[in-house]
């Protein structure tokens, strides 16, 4: 029983910046990685932004420079500081999380509901 939960998107301007943030909770013994893909519309969905337990990050080309990945002190939490936002970052966002429960032996991807942000031109 794990869920992720994903807060933060909406509407803004070209140039403008957006916080995610996304929390994981239930039965989680060890969260190897957390982190976020997008999918626009007629498009496939593809990684933005990831963290690993030990802090090792990884960028889509598109976002590098823009974009910042980053986990909370509370180890279940995972943010994405989104900063000169172009109309092609239009995307439903999706928080995911490679997560071993109590009972599991290894680590499964598990899936929040996404948020939508759009930006306008």
């Known amino acids: 029983q794990v869920q992720l939960v994903e807060s933060g998107g909406g509407l803004v301007q070209t140039g403008g910046s957006l916080r995610l943030s996304c929390a994981a909770s239930?039965?989680?013994?060890?969260?190897?990685?957390m982190g976020w893909y997008r999918q626009a519309p007629g498009k496939q969905r593809d990684l933005v932004a990831t963290?690993?337990?030990?802090?090792?990050?990884k960028y889509a080309d598109s976002v590098k420079g823009r974009f910042t990945v980053s986990r909370g002190n509370a180890k279940n939490t995972v943010y994405l500081q989104m900063d000169s936002l172009k109309p092609e970052d239009t995307a439903v966002y999706y928080c995911?999380?490679?997560?071993?429960?109590?009972?599991?032996?290894?680590?499964?991807?598990?899936w929040g509901q996404g948020t939508q942000v759009t930006v306008s031109s």
């Open positions: 995911t999380a490679n997560i071993e429960s109590y009972s599991d032996y290894e680590g499964h991807d598990y």
């Open positions: 239930g039965t989680i013994s060890i969260i190897y990685a």
């Open positions: 963290i690993t337990d030990n802090g090792s990050t």
